[in-house]
């Protein structure tokens, strides 16, 4: 279905091509983070209570498919934008944003205990920076090609040394190479999760990104819950505190609102925008849960220095470097209607 054109004479923007300003877009993923940070606490416990690791993430995937599924059949913006998606025969991995997300949390799940939180989390952002400095340059996200210049690398940098120095004091478990490389690997994946997701919204409706993106990780989820054991033998003992299954909606508007960062400020910024509010976030529930540790600064600076990371990744962004290659999204949502062949940006 052809769209109006605007007074120039081209197509009218999709809704997936309406971009917002970058201070905009980060301090939305920020507050994204802050959600994260308790959807975590809340699938741990639930995991814990229900007497096995990959129960928290089965109920976090089954919670957030229900809602997007109803709302795809509510809303006639979601069929739309499905209709959409189907006629712009985007190459098949780009359907595979899902399986970070999967990956991360069934990973987290079984390295937590062993390597702790500590190393867990840095490793995990470590790979979420290089990951996000990588799709970014390779144009990936709708956002285009965005070159490798020095303030990028040095906002990776520093996003990494403020996780370090948020994580001082927690505990080390057993420093498994194995197990350090495969949360490495899943905050790689969790990039790739964000660059992809918003490739198939810019091409659709976010609504769209939003059901491909539980769609791919819930089987997956469900699957090793099944090859773990979580789902055969002695039933759960579900417990009986609401809060403990909101993940699924948390999932919800985390994954929303990176669909909105991306377009704007890449997939590197919006990573370390997300860690941010993770760390702020977190702080909050130190502070405000009974029995917790209560305000730590080494996380109060390091939430600071890694908003900070995520200013400096931004600097001379209006400027194109050698190589680099500028794609907004009403480019890429276009070549990727039928006759373009889905193919890379830039």
């Known amino acids: 279905m052809s769209r109006p054109p605007t007074a120039a004479g081209a197509p009218a923007p999709s ?19 802050v959600a994260s940070a308790a959807q975590g606490t809340v699938n741990a416990e639930l995991g814990e209570r229900a007497g096995n690791a990959t129960l928290g993430a089965v109920v976090n995937n089954l919670g ?5 599924g109803v709302g795809a059949l509510a809303l006639p913006s979601a069929r739309t934008g499905l ?5 712009a025969r985007l190459p098949w991995w780009a359907y595979l944003g899902g399986l970070g997300g ?11 205990p062993v390597l ?10 470590a790979g979420g920076s290089l990951g996000g400095l990588a799709v970014d340059r390779a144009g990936l996200a709708p956002v285009g090609r965005l070159a490798l210049t020095p303030p990028r690398v040095a906002g990776a940098l520093l996003g990494v040394a403020a996780v370090t120095l948020a994580q001082l004091g927690q505990p080390v478990g057993d420093l498994a190479l194995g197990l350090v490389l495969l949360a490495v690997a899943g905050g790689l994946g969790v990039a ?6 918003a490739r198939v919204s810019a091409a659709s409706s976010a609504a769209a990104g939003m059901v491909v993106n539980f769609a791919t990780a819930t089987p997956v989820v469900l699957l090793v819950a099944a090859l773990a054991g979580a789902l055969t033998g002695p039933g759960p003992t579900w417990p009986g505190d609401w809060y403990l299954y909101t993940g699924g909606l948390l999932g919800v508007v985390i994954v929303a609102t990176l669909l909105v960062g991306v377009p704007a400020v890449g997939v590197l910024r919006t990573g370390l925008a997300l860690v941010a509010g993770q760390l702020g976030g977190a702080l909050l529930l130190d502070a405000l849960l009974p029995g917790g540790p209560g305000l730590r600064l080494p996380v109060l600076v390091g939430a600071l220095l890694t908003l900070a990371a995520a200013l400096v990744a931004g600097w001379g962004t209006g400027r194109r470097g050698p190589g680099e290659a500028v794609a907004p999204v009403e480019r ?15």
């Open 15 to 33: 809704p997936a091509s309406r971009v917002l300003p970058p201070w905009a877009a980060l301090t939305l993923v920020a507050l994204a983070g």
């Open 64 to 68: 957030g498919a229900l809602l997007v």
């Open 83 to 87: 209709v959409a998606l189907r006629r």
């Open 102 to 112: 999967a990956g991360i949390v069934l990973a987290g799940a079984y390295i937590v």
């Open 116 to 125: 702790g939180v500590a190393i867990f989390t840095i490793a995990q952002v």
């Open 192 to 197: 790739l999760q964000s660059a992809l997701n």
């Open 332 to 346: 890429v949502a276009a070549r990727e209607r039928p006759g373009a062949g889905g193919r890379l940006v830039g």
